[in-house]
C-alpha cells in the first residue's frame, strides 16, 4: 500500500500561515518511511491528511492512488492501522479485549467474534509478545506493555499498512529498541510502516525512507544518508550538529554541538 502527498497544502481556521504548505512526499509499498521535524513542523497534520481525518486545502493525499477523503472510515480501517501517539483509556479492558478492538471493522457494533477473528486476535497478541497478558487489566501495564498492546491492536486488523505517530514517545531504551525492530520486521514482511518521530538516530538506524519538515515545508526527503546532513538538520533544527557514521552500527548518527557564541 502507497501513501503519497501531491502538493498538499493543509490549512486551520483562523491561522495566517498554513499548517502543511506545498508538500509532496511518496511513501512506496513494503518500506518503513519516517517523517521528522521539529515541534510544530507539520508532522501530525501531515498523518491527518494521509488518513483523510483534514481535507486538503489545495493539492491532494494519496492512499494506494485513491484522495485520501474518498476512502471510507470502515474501508480504510480495514487497510491501515493507526496506532495514535496518545489515548485516553475510559472505562476498564482486559489485553484480549482492547486488541479485539481491532477486529471492530469487520465485526460492526452486533457481530460476534468467528474463528478468523479470533486466529487474527491470537497472531497479534503473540506477534506482538503480549499474549501472557491477556488478562490483565491495561490499566495496570508499563508504558512500553501497553505500547505493544496498541501495536497488537492495530496489527488485528490485519492491515496492508501501520501509521503511527511517536510510537516510542517516553520509553526506555529496551522498549523502543524492541518496538522499532518490530516495525523493521514488518516492513521486511511487505507491510508499509509509516511514522512520525523525534528521534534522529534511530530513524536513520531502522527507516528506508525519510521526510523531513520544517515549518510544514519539505526540508529534505529520501533514504537517510540524503536526509541526515549537517547543514541540513542545522538548518531545520536551528542548532549546530554533527553528523557521522556510528562504528557500532554502520548507521548515521547525531550529536548537538554546544551553542556558538553569540
Not at 499474549?131 to 512500553?144: I, K, Q, Y
Not at 522499532?180 to 523525534?198: N, Q, S
Not at 533514504?223 to 546532513?229: D, G, L, S
Request: net charge neutral; aromatic share 4%.
Amino acid at each position: 500500500m502507497r501513501f503519497a502527498a501531491e502538493r498538499l497544502v493543509v490549512r486551520y481556521p483562523r491561522s495566517r500561515d498554513p499548517a502543511l504548505d506545498g508538500v509532496s512526499m511518496d511513501v512506496p509499498d513494503g518500506t518503513l518511511y519516517a517523517v521528522l521535524g521539529p515541534n510544530g513542523s507539520g508532522k501530525s497534520t501531515l498523518l491527518k491528511a494521509l488518513l483523510g481525518v483534514l481535507r486538503a486545502s489545495e493539492g491532494r493525499a494519496l492512499v494506494d492512488g485513491r484522495d485520501a477523503a474518498s476512502w471510507s472510515r470502515r474501508e480504510l480501517a480495514r487497510a491501515v492501522g493507526v496506532v495514535p501517539q496518545a489515548e485516553t483509556i475510559a472505562f476498564p479492558l482486559t489485553v484480549r479485549e482492547m486488541v479485539a478492538m481491532g477486529r471492530y471493522p469487520y465485526l460492526g457494533p452486533l457481530r460476534s467474534e468467528r474463528d478468523g477473528d479470533r486466529a487474527a486476535i491470537r497472531g497479534a497478541l503473540e506477534q506482538c509478545e503480549v499474549a501472557e497478558l491477556a488478562n490483565r487489566d491495561v490499566t495496570t501495564l508499563s508504558g512500553g506493555e501497553l505500547q505493544r498492546v496498541r501495536l497488537a491492536r492495530a496489527l488485528a486488523q490485519e492491515p496492508q499498512a501501520l501509521v503511527l505517530d511517536e510510537p516510542t514517545a517516553s520509553l526506555d531504551i529496551r522498549h523502543e529498541m524492541a518496538i522499532l525492530e518490530l516495525l523493521r520486521e514488518w516492513a521486511d514482511g511487505g507491510m508499509t510502516v509509516l511514522v512520525v518521530t523525534h528521534g534522529l538516530d534511530l530513524a536513520a538506524r531502522f527507516a528506508d525512507h525519510m521526510l523531513l519538515l520544517a515549518r510544514g515545508r519539505v526540508a529534505a526527503e529520501g533514504p537517510p544518508a540524503r536526509v541526515m546532513e549537517a547543514g541540513i538538520l542545522e538548518a531545520v533544527y536551528r542548532w549546530p550538529i554533527a553528523v557521522a557514521t556510528d562504528p557500532a552500527t554502520g548507521t548515521l548518527r547525531v550529536t548537538p554541538l554546544r551553542a556558538k557564541p553569540s
